[in-house]
C-alpha cells in the first residue's frame, strides 16, 4: 500500500500557483519524498525530491515541514501543460528494504483556461 | 534530466505470439532497470527489477517464464512477452535508476502500448 495519502483531484486556473498536499505521517528517518507526474498516455515524469529541506528546481518547488510528516509541491505558474496525475512517493536509499516506488492513486491536478 | 526511451511505443499483435520491448537509457549508465504494467485507470504496478549481467528480480504474482528479461548492457533492458494473451494487453513502463547524480532517482520511458487481439 502506498505510504501517503493525496487528495484525489484538483482545479487550478491557469497563470496561478498550483499547491499539491501530500501526507506522510509514518514516514522514517531515511526515506525521501519524490515527486512524479504523469500526463494521459505517457510514461511518468520526475520532478522533484527532497529529505528535510526544501527544494526548488526549474519545474517545481517542494516545501517539507519540519516534522516531515506532510508535504506540498508548488508549480509556480501553472500552463494547461501541466495537467496531469501528480504522484508523491517516499522511498529509502538503493538496496534499503523500502527502496521501491509505490504508486498511489495520486491527484488528478486539472488546470482551467 | 536523464533520459529513457522504449521502443516500440505500440504494437498490436496476435494471441500466442511473443513481443519484445526495448528501454535504452540515453544518456547515462543504468546498472538497474525496473519493469512495470499500468492497466487503465490504475496505478504503476512493478513487475521486475532487472540488474545488469545477472537475473531479474519479479515481484510475487509476475510468471518470470512469461516475461523475460535481459539486461545485457548499462544502457539497454528488453522485456519479452512471451505466448501473449488479451489479457496482457496493457502499457508496460521501464524505468532506470541513475544513480550517478546523487538523487537516486528513476527516471521513466513513455511507455509501450501493447493489444493482443
Known amino acids: 500500500d502506498a505510504k501517503t495519502t493525496q487528495p484525489p483531484s484538483m482545479d487550478c486556473a491557469e497563470g496561478r500557483a498550483a499547491n499539491l498536499p501530500c501526507n506522510h505521517s509514518t514516514i522514517s528517518g531515511n526515506e525521501y519524498v519524490y515527486w512524479y507526474r504523469q500526463i494521459h498516455s505517457q510514461g511518468p515524469q520526475y520532478i522533484i525530491h527532497?529529505?528535510?529541506?526544501?527544494e526548488t528546481n526549474e519545474m517545481a518547488s517542494l516545501i517539507i515541514t519540519e516534522d516531515r510528516k506532510s508535504s506540498t509541491l508548488i508549480l509556480p505558474h501553472a500552463t494547461l501543460r501541466d495537467t496531469a496525475v501528480y504522484y508523491c512517493?517516499?522511498?529509502?536509499?538503493?538496496?534499503?528494504?523500502?527502496?521501491?516506488?509505490?504508486w498511489g492513486a495520486g491527484t488528478k491536478l486539472i488546470i482551467k483556461p | 534530466g536523464a533520459v529513457v526511451s522504449q521502443h516500440p511505443s505500440r504494437v498490436i499483435c496476435k494471441s500466442g505470439t511473443s513481443v519484445k520491448i526495448e528501454c535504452r537509457s540515453l544518456?547515462?549508465?543504468?546498472?538497474?532497470m525496473f519493469w512495470y504494467r499500468q492497466f487503465p485507470k490504475q496505478s504503476l504496478m512493478l513487475m521486475a527489477t532487472?540488474?545488469?549481467?545477472?537475473?531479474?528480480?519479479?515481484e510475487q504474482g509476475v510468471e518470470k517464464d512469461k516475461f523475460l528479461i535481459n539486461h545485457a548492457s548499462l544502457t539497454l533492458s528488453t522485456l519479452t512477452v512471451t505466448s501473449a494473451h488479451p489479457e496482457d494487453s496493457s502499457f508496460y513502463i521501464c524505468?532506470?535508476?541513475?544513480?550517478?547524480?546523487?538523487?537516486?532517482?528513476?527516471?521513466f520511458g513513455p511507455g509501450t502500448r501493447l493489444l493482443v487481439l
Open positions: 544518456d547515462f549508465q543504468a546498472t538497474t
Open positions: 524505468s532506470a535508476r541513475d544513480g550517478g547524480r546523487g538523487a537516486e532517482t528513476q527516471y
Open positions: 527532497g529529505l528535510k529541506n526544501n
Open positions: 512517493i517516499v522511498r529509502g536509499l538503493y538496496m534499503d528494504s523500502n527502496y521501491q516506488l509505490i
Open positions: 532487472s540488474n545488469e549481467g545477472s537475473k531479474a528480480t519479479y
